[in-house]
């Protein structure tokens, strides 16, 4: 799967796909984070193993899942 940019409120971010379900998230040229989706019940719930906000996690993967429908 090829990068993508998608925007949450006025900032713009580039989402680069990795193995395993894994989303390198980079702003500009710095790294924000890596997220991956979680099932949990009947919903995804995205996580991080770095040091992010769960809204911020959660927002950038709706997003992602947008772009992948």
């Known amino acids: ?6 925007q949450l409120l006025a900032d713009h ?4 796909p990795l193995e395993n379900g ?3 998230v ?7 984070g890596v997220i991956y989706a979680q ?3 009947h919903q995804v719930v ?3 193993q770095d040091e992010l ?3 911020f996690v959660q927002q950038i993967g709706e997003l ?5 429908m």
Do not use: C, Q
Not at 1 to 6: A, K, R, V, W, Y
Not at 13 to 16: A, V
Not at 26 to 32: L, P
């Open 39 to 41: 099932r949990e019940a």
């Open 13 to 16: 971010f580039r989402i680069e």
């Open 46 to 48: 995205w996580e991080s």
């Open 53 to 55: 906000n769960k809204d």
């Open 26 to 32: 980079m702003e500009g040229e710095n790294k924000v």
């Open 64 to 68: 992602i899942t947008e772009h992948n």
């Open 22 to 24: 894994l989303y390198r």
């Open 1 to 6: 799967m090829e990068p993508f940019e998608i």
